[in-house]
């Protein structure tokens, strides 16, 4: 199995929480790039996958019922309601705490509402199922292709050391001076998370003994994509929650951000009010009054 | 990093402003370590036969999310999803500006494209993500409901005789 080496060191320790955030993450990145690089495929792509790790994230955090998602109700509560589409429009208008939680929860993990609406943007429909299937069909039919290696570049090497070299010490300055921290060693990976360090550790051998093992080729990059559109597409709760959310909970979070912000302006104008009768003019016998002030 | 392409540096750029403020400082040094991963001297022979394992977007993809899976063993794990995802685009973006400079490839927004998804599918596989693991995870988790709902009770209601909120019906 490709990479398998980090897959076991992160399987034992990847929550699914971790696994949703990472494809969000990357779901984000790839819209991202995809915006900047005009390629809509690549938008479509990252937007799934954005969607499926703050959806997923929504509905493991409601399900499994972790607190920080799913607040004071029951986890119970929250599935039962998740179950239909309609509830969860529902508590998009500011339900039940444990839905708006893990909406929330969801939500940030996507980026917020803008990055759902720019996650959304690319799409020509906002039907879940007709997503999946653009984003399928655009992973298989990319944007241009990119230029295959001639035969005749093939094996050829880097002969550029030197400068290879020089692009890293030019690299390496600007965190040399601003960290003082930072040691200007062999090993790029020495302090950089606290962690203590065998005095012996020779990151460089150890690096490419774990570079060496991991195969250069093998993996069939169209066919992950479409065993996870796949399974986003069928899996019932992903594909209930994101109905909800798409079809009912953006409209509610408008509707939310529109109260916090009244809320907000509110706040504004009673903190004024407040201050203007809190002021007090000068004491007697400090002076001439001010003008306007209050006797 | 120095490069004169227009597309790399807007995507570093882009991708840069979008990380999150409380991992700016890890993105920022997993950049430089996958760099100077990258041009070490004993990672030469490597670094040749990654450009010639094949089409330059699955070169530099590929590529970029075996440095990231070096680094995160290293770290035991312990970097933040959040830096290392747009972390790995930077160093896609750096490897395909060694391949323009060595003549391998023309940079072109198609080609970054392409090379994004690249890395994106193979640092996601590398992860160890699957659909069966996700099928499992979302199977898994409804089987623990019950349990997760005793566990989780929700707060006790104030006791009687304390003073009633405001608002509070009589």
Sequence with gaps: MAFA???????????????????????????????????????????????????????????????????????????????????????AYGGSA?????????????????????????????DWTAMIDEASNASFNPMGDAPAMPDAMAGQVVDDAAASAARVQEAYKPLQAADPMQTPASDPTKDFFSK????????????????????????DTQSWFKDILDWAKN??????????????????????KMAQMKAEENQMRFGYGNQVANFQGRQPGQGLPLIGARR | ??????????????????????????????????????????????????????????AAGQGAAKLLGVLQTKFNGTAPIEAMGPAGVVLVCEALDVLEKLGKAEVTPELVAEAMKEYSAAYLQMLGITREKLEGMMGAAKQQDAPAAQAEQPAPSPQPGGLPLIGAQP
């Design chain 1, 235 to 256: 899996n019932e709760k992903l594909a209930t929650s994101a109905v909800g959310l798409i079809g009912g909970g953006l409209n509610g979070m408008g509707q939310m």
């Design chain 1, 5 to 91: 080496a980090v897959g076991a060191l992160l399987a034992g320790t990847a929550s699914a929480a971790t696994t949703l955030a990472a494809i969000g993450t990357i779901g984000m990145t790839m819209s991202a790039v995809g915006m900047v690089t005009g390629s809509k495929s690549l938008m479509k792509l990252g937007g799934v996958l954005s969607l499926v790790g703050g959806i997923g994230g929504m509905v493991n955090g409601a399900i499994s019922g972790g607190a920080a998602a799913v607040g004071e109700a029951a986890a119970t509560g929250a599935v039962e309601t998740m179950e239909s589409a309609a509830g969860l429009a529902d508590a």
């Design chain 1, 196 to 219: 203590p360090q065998d005095a012996a550790y020779s990151p460089a051998a150890d690096s490419q003994a774990a570079y060496a093992a991991m195969p250069n080729s093998g993996l």
């Design chain 1, 98 to 126: 444990a839905m708006e939680g893990a909406q929330m929860a969801g939500l940030e993990a996507m980026g917020g509402s803008e990055g759902l609406q720019s996650a959304m943007s690319a799409f020509e429909s906002n």
């Design chain 2, 1 to 58: 990093m120095k490069t004169e392409n227009q597309a790399l540096l807007k995507v570093v750029e882009t991708i840069t402003a979008k990380v999150n403020p409380k991992v700016r400082k890890q993105f920022d040094r997993i950049v430089l370590a996958g760099m100077k991963l990258m041009y070490a001297d004993q990672m030469e022979g490597y670094l040749r036969e990654q450009i010639a394992s094949g089409p330059p977007a699955q």
